[in-house]
């Protein structure tokens, strides 16, 4: 049962992560774009809330992995654990 947790858990934080940074890069590109530089502004303050969000999905998934790689008993040496 921790493992379903453990998993679910890390799949929450990863689209918390992916969605926010797409969300950021999306706002950030638009705001390149626009001939006034108030509309930009608005654009790039909508990101501000956005930031920790990516923050927080980071730190969620790679605890939330290491948890499920215990749960799972893979060993912290092992490479593909060790490069992420």
Known sequence: M???W???LHLVG???FVGASVGVT???LLAI???RPSESALLLRAVRPLVP???LGLVWTVA?????AHELGVSYGAGWLRWT
């Open 53 to 55: 969000l990516v923050g």
């Open 14 to 16: 990863v689209l918390l």
């Open 33 to 35: 774009g626009k001939a």
């Open 6 to 8: 453990a998993l679910f």
């Open 64 to 68: 939330a992995g290491a948890w499920l």
């Open 26 to 28: 999306a706002l950030r």
């Open 2 to 4: 921790a493992r379903d």
